[in-house]
């Protein structure tokens, strides 16, 4: 491959894929430094700093999965018409924070995060519908998460309400 087509890959991968590429740099230059590469740089330590740049994304998307499940639980469980709105607005906002964050690559990581990230969103919404006087709904959260990730993410997807309740979500 020639070095012209190579940049042009590699733009291409930073510009589509960024957790992808900060790996990928990250690879590389720990193999500079595994050759012992004569540079100034200090090649190990621009590889951890390279990779935790694509890691603040990834933990960016996981932060926001766990606010979507928890809200998605409130939205779900509790029998209070108020304030529905607001965890609409929050699911919502996290969902435009992930679309601007999310690659490809990243998507496996954050699958098989769904079950860990899950657990703390539902002893925070656990928490809150008690804080409530909601304890029966807070006692009706499942034990594992109801939720695929294409659903958490997905906007304008969100769960039925078990009491009946109907979201105007459609605006």
Request: glycine residues 2%; contains cysteine.
């Amino acid at each position: 491959m020639s070095p012209d087509v190579a940049k042009v890959l590699e733009r291409s991968l930073y510009e589509t894929d960024y957790y992808a590429w900060t790996r990928q740099q990250a690879a590389a230059l720990r193999a500079m430094a595994a050759r012992q590469v004569d540079s100034t740089l200090d090649l190990a330590n621009l590889a951890e700093e390279v990779e935790s740049l694509g890691r603040s994304d990834l933990n960016t998307v996981r932060s926001q999965v766990r606010r979507i499940i928890e809200h998605l639980l409130k939205l779900e469980y509790s029998p209070a018409s108020e304030p529905r709105i607001d965890w609409l607005e929050s699911v919502d906002q996290a969902r435009n924070e992930i679309e601007d964050h999310i690659t490809a690559s990243m998507a496996p990581d954050v699958t098989a995060d769904v079950d860990r990230l899950f657990g703390r969103a539902r002893r925070s919404a656990a928490s809150a519908l008690v804080k409530h006087g909601e304890r029966e709904a807070a006692m009706a959260l499942p034990q594992a998460c109801p939720y695929r990730l294409e659903q958490i993410v997905g906007q304008d997807w969100y769960p039925a309400n078990r009491h009946g309740l109907v979201d105007d979500v459609d605006v």
